[in-house]
């Protein structure tokens, strides 16, 4: 329903003051507050004002609207006068008069939630101006326009004294809720300038911090990496002497001879696969690790590692199947770290499956990558150790685990290298059953994946050692 509450006709200054109290009434009756009639009334009293100044009188109406889901307080001022000739310049801002022209317009757009002006020279100007109710205010009915029609009547008009001091109130009051929102702010600023101060200290603590992890981390690539070359040495003399004796080169050895150098050569051996662990972990961290970014043939890098794993599996307690590549041959990437990758997941598959298959594939998928699959029958891995097996040093407690306890850097250096070489390593096992590792790089490697400081050489590479996981 949709209705006139109210129209007054503006002849004289009174009729100013009864259109703003009347104006203040009927938003009272609707439920707004203090400050939004009092802003609304405002807007109004400066619209008649402007149009008894300037055009002699004009006329008011209050209205209500149900518009776009919303009821809606409205008021039409309209007059008969000269129009105004300067409107957009008003509307914008920026035009200036000795009289106060446009200040009552703008001042009325402010404090609208609608505003619409026409104006025509020699026709007068039309101003609607609407405040949206809130929810809590009456439904639009029959009984709404009755119940406000009765309190307007049983309500004396103030005089201009009258309205003068209730204006005065008004002011005061917004004065006082302007003082204590000045107050507020005040707090909220010196809050925020605390909060401030504690995050710059925080920022100052945090740079501290990172420039000594950074220090800590260059010390301990520097250290791994120096020991590693320090330890290589005296390791690789062990392995030869213990192979020299193995051999027989110097005379025979006595059984426990022979199993006391076994168990010399085994765990030089050991030794020696970590130190090169740890060389490349240093390495990588460092960011100083050499990409030999060429062509290469994805069945020769697979016939190559099946040869390497053959002897492992002779005894015939694990099969191993690698498969022709499908989809795809060529590859232009690091071949060699490709291979370590591959060669530390398929050791680290035949060394958890005591009977059963270890299967390696190879394929293209359709977003140019390869995906490279190491799955076996062995004994799986738990879904709460999925989460640490790519953590340094970390090893999985358990009795095949215990037998042929590895290094704990196979998988974190194999995770590294994938990533250097742009892709990932992810796994899905599951106890008893098996486990699977997926290896997913670009086919097409153009730049380093891993690191903005890695070094890329475009060269054929030579096949470098095994190095077990």
């Known amino acids: 329903m949709n209705g006139n509450l109210l129209n007054v006709e503006i002849r004289v200054e009174e009729d100013v003051v009864l259109t703003r109290q009347r104006t203040r009434q009927i938003a009272s009756l609707l439920n707004l507050s203090a400050n939004?009639?009092?802003?609304?009334?405002?807007?109004?009293?400066?619209?008649?004002?402007?149009?008894?100044?300037?055009?002699?009188?004009?006329?008011?109406?209050?209205?209500?609207?149900?518009?776009?889901?919303?009821?809606?307080?409205?008021?039409?001022?309209?007059?008969?006068?000269?129009?105004i000739p300067n409107l957009q310049t008003i509307l914008d801002g920026q035009y200036r008069s000795q009289t106060g022209m446009g200040l009552g317009i703008i001042g009325s757009k402010r404090l609208t939630d609608e505003f619409e002006m026409q104006t025509a020279p020699g026709k007068g100007t039309t101003v609607t101006i609407k405040k949206?109710?809130?929810?809590?205010?009456?439904?639009?009915?029959?009984?709404?326009y009755a119940t406000i029609a009765n309190e307007l009547a049983q309500r004396t008009p103030q005089t201009a004294l009258e309205e003068v001091q209730q204006q005065n109130q008004e002011l005061l009051q917004a004065l006082e809720d302007l003082r204590v929102r000045q107050e507020e702010v005040e707090r909220l600023n010196a809050e925020l300038a605390e909060t401030?101060?504690?995050?710059?200290?925080?920022?100052?603590e945090l740079d501290e911090k990172a420039e000594s992890l950074r220090k800590a981390s260059e010390y301990k690539s520097r250290f791994l990496s120096d020991m590693t070359h320090e330890l290589r040495t005296p390791l690789n003399a062990m392995i030869s002497l213990?192979?020299?004796?193995?051999?027989?080169?110097?005379?025979?050895?006595?059984?426990?001879?022979?199993?006391?150098?076994?168990?010399?050569?085994?765990?030089?051996?050991?030794?020696?696969?970590?130190?090169?662990?740890?060389?490349?972990?240093?390495?990588?961290?460092?960011?100083?690790?050499?990409?030999?970014?060429?062509?290469?043939?994805?069945?020769?890098?697979?016939?190559?590692?099946?040869?390497m794993f053959r002897?492992?599996?002779?005894?015939?307690?694990?099969?191993?199947?690698?498969?022709?590549?499908?989809?795809?041959?060529?590859m232009h990437s690091d071949e060699r770290k490709l291979s370590q990758v591959l060669r530390n997941l398929v050791s680290n598959a035949i060394k958890f499956t005591e009977r059963g298959v270890v299967r390696v594939r190879a394929?293209?998928?359709?977003?140019?990558?390869?995906?490279?699959?190491?799955?076996?029958?062995?004994i799986g891995i738990s879904p709460d150790n999925l989460g640490m097996i790519f953590e340094d040093f970390s090893q999985i407690d358990g009795p095949v685990q215990r037998r042929v306890r590895g290094t704990g850097l196979g998988l974190p250096l194999t995770r590294?290298?994938?990533?250097?070489?742009?892709?990932?390593?992810?796994v899905s096992s599951e106890p008893n059953v098996g486990s699977t590792f997926t290896v997913v790089i670009p086919t097409h490697l153009s730049k380093a994946g891993g690191s903005a400081e890695v070094e890329i050489r475009r060269d054929h590479p030579a096949m470098e050692g095994s190095r077990g996981a």
């Not at 401030?196 to 100052?204: D, I």
């Not at 050895?253 to 006391?260: A, C």
Request: proline share 3%.
């Open 36 to 83: 939004e009639q009092t802003a609304f009334a405002t807007a109004v009293s400066e619209l008649a004002r402007n149009a008894f100044r300037y055009a002699g009188g004009g006329r008011a109406e209050v209205f209500l609207r149900a518009e776009n889901q919303r009821q809606v307080l409205g008021v039409t001022v309209q007059d008969k006068g000269p129009g």
């Open 196 to 204: 401030n101060r504690g995050v710059v200290a925080l920022y100052a």
């Open 311 to 330: 002897p492992l599996v002779a005894d015939g307690n694990v099969a191993l199947f690698v498969d022709e590549p499908h989809g795809f041959n060529m």
């Open 363 to 378: 394929e293209a998928a359709a977003d140019g990558t390869a995906r490279f699959t190491v799955s076996d029958t062995g």
């Open 242 to 307: 213990s192979r020299l004796l193995l051999d027989r080169t110097d005379g025979d050895l006595t059984p426990e001879q022979e199993k006391q150098v076994r168990l010399i050569n085994k765990s030089a051996t050991t030794l020696g696969e970590m130190v090169n662990d740890l060389l490349d972990l240093a390495r990588i961290e460092a960011g100083k690790t050499d990409l030999h970014v060429a062509d290469f043939a994805v069945t020769d890098l697979l016939v190559a590692l099946r040869g």
């Open 416 to 426: 590294k290298l994938a990533r250097l070489l742009g892709g990932d390593v992810t």
């Open 132 to 144: 949206w109710l809130p929810k809590r205010s009456p439904a639009i009915n029959t009984q709404l």
